[in-house]
């Protein structure tokens, strides 16, 4: 399947499996289908996007007490090389159990702060696990180029572009830096 395609693509959807057992709500060991659809991704050379604004997009029942992330964006190397700065984020659930995501930058509250260093504390440990399975490539290798990619996939997603504080937008990075600052202070 990956041959057939040389150009930029994306799978996006309802996958109806989680990648790891913190993807879903009270979930201790991963399953077999969870390892199967990891190595689906890493067989097929795809970048799951990380997702920004909370940690689930299903939720069954009015208190949701059970919920999941089921729902993903993943791209090939070539779409990342062509479309930087692509990011996955919840917007507001309406009808469905389900709670849709698409690309935008930067973090609407402040709250979501903890929760994005949560998330990236995993990103991390994702990666480095990445980095133990490609110990197997050569320098020089024709697939140096993926592993660097691999290795530094998730790199983007440690960056704050914005940040909105009672109803004002900051891009500037140094006042971002002193607000994020400021707020574990007073925390």
């Not at 997702?51 to 779409?79: A, V, Y």
């Not at 909105?164 to 994020?180: A, D, L, M, S």
Request: aromatic content about 10%.
């Amino acid at each position: 399947m990956r041959g057939l395609v040389e150009s930029p693509w994306a799978i996006c959807g309802d996958f109806n499996v989680t990648r790891f057992s913190s993807e879903k709500r009270n979930c201790l060991r991963r399953s077999r289908a969870m390892v199967e659809f990891s190595d689906f991704i890493d067989d097929m050379n795809l970048i799951d996007l990380p997702l920004e604004g909370g940690f689930f997009t299903w939720f069954k029942g009015d208190n949701q007490i059970i919920s999941s992330r089921i729902d993903r964006i993943l791209i090939s190397e070539e779409w990342d090389d062509t479309f930087r700065n692509i990011k996955q984020s919840l917007i507001q659930r309406l009808i469905s159990d389900h709670v849709p995501s698409y690309n935008r930058r930067g973090i609407v509250k402040k709250a979501s702060l903890l929760m994005e260093y949560e998330k990236h504390l995993k990103i991390e440990e994702i990666v480095w696990r990445q980095r133990s399975r490609s110990l197997w490539l050569k320098k020089g290798d024709m697939n140096t180029s993926f592993f660097y990619k691999t290795a530094n996939a998730h790199k983007k997603s440690n960056n704050i572009d914005q940040l909105v504080i009672q109803e004002e937008t900051i891009v500037e990075p140094q006042r971002i830096k002193t607000e994020i600052i400021d707020f574990y202070k007073e925390l």
